[in-house]
């Protein structure tokens, strides 16, 4: 199995910017899909944004699509996820997840075998 410590979030104005990095221990990193889920009050986990194993498939939330980047470094078996223009409706805890699955990416958080502790990000307008 692969644990998983997601850091990053914290408080920033609309506009801004934030990197969230999530760093994997255990199991070899390589051989997950690595996603991006979050979770506002009142609200369902969502999709946010996923990577494949190799790095060369990657989905957004049409909510984030443009605005935030996911990408993984293998040597340091980390995956981040850039955030820039925020808006007070990204803020939420954001959890990383990985997916041991193989196949083509998922959305669904149903399928993610192990999650980080999540980190909190809040977007004040």
């Known amino acids: 199995q692969v644990q998983l410590a997601d850091s990053g979030g914290g408080l920033v104005q609309a506009g801004g910017s934030l990197r969230l990095s999530c760093a994997a221990s255990g199991r070899t990193f390589s051989s997950y899909t690595m996603g991006w889920f979050r979770q506002a009050p009142g609200n369902e986990r969502e999709f946010v944004a996923a990577?494949?194993?190799?790095?060369?498939?990657?989905a957004y939330a049409p909510s984030v699509k443009g605005r935030f980047t996911i990408s993984r470094d293998t040597a340091k078996d980390t995956v981040y996820l850039q955030m820039n223009s925020l808006k007070p409706e990204d803020t939420a805890v954001y959890y990383c997840?990985?997916?041991?699955?193989?196949?083509?990416?998922?959305?669904?958080?149903?399928?993610?075998?192990?999650w980080g502790q999540g980190t909190q990000v809040t977007v004040s307008s």
């Open positions: 990577i494949s194993r190799s790095g060369f498939s990657i």
């Open positions: 997840a990985a997916d041991n699955s193989i196949g083509k990416i998922s959305v669904r958080s149903s399928e993610y075998d192990y």
